[in-house]
């Protein structure tokens, strides 16, 4: 009988294993000790482009202009996004859902964002 180890707190990768005292995920390389998953599940800490803490409801400004696919002219630097939530299940870096005005719903990165 296998004992179900937690996914990788970093990507969310099932494909952990243990190593030691640690546990690995063969997908990030992050390694973690598997004392600091006993008990409550680990909240992911989000940061933007200059390393401030983002929250559900926060303003951020996008801080270099983003192509979008569909669109002749993307979203330009400096526009200003209200009323992020962010996402547990990050796609591909994409861990900001908003709505942008002009374009609608979409998913951002927060490497591309600072907290107005």
Not at 3 to 21: F, I, R, V
Not at 27 to 43: I, L, N
Not at 54 to 62: A, N, Q, S, W, Y
Not at 70 to 86: D, F, H, Q, W
Request: hydrophobic residues 35%; contains cysteine.
């Amino acid at each position: 009988m296998t004992e179900s180890l937690p996914p990788c707190p970093q990507c969310s990768s099932a494909y952990t294993y243990e190593m030691g005292a640690l546990l690995v995920c063969p997908e990030c390389g992050h390694e973690w000790s598997a004392a600091a998953t006993d008990g409550a599940p680990v909240k992911r800490v989000v940061k933007d482009s200059v390393g401030n803490v983002l929250t559900d409801g926060d303003t951020v400004t996008v801080v270099k202009t983003l192509k979008v696919k569909g669109s002749p002219s993307g979203i330009k630097a400096g526009t200003k996004v209200r009323n992020i939530r962010l996402i547990e299940d990050a796609v591909d870096g994409h861990d900001i859902d908003c709505k942008v005005d002009g374009f609608g719903a979409m998913q951002l990165k927060s490497s591309v964002v600072k907290k107005a």
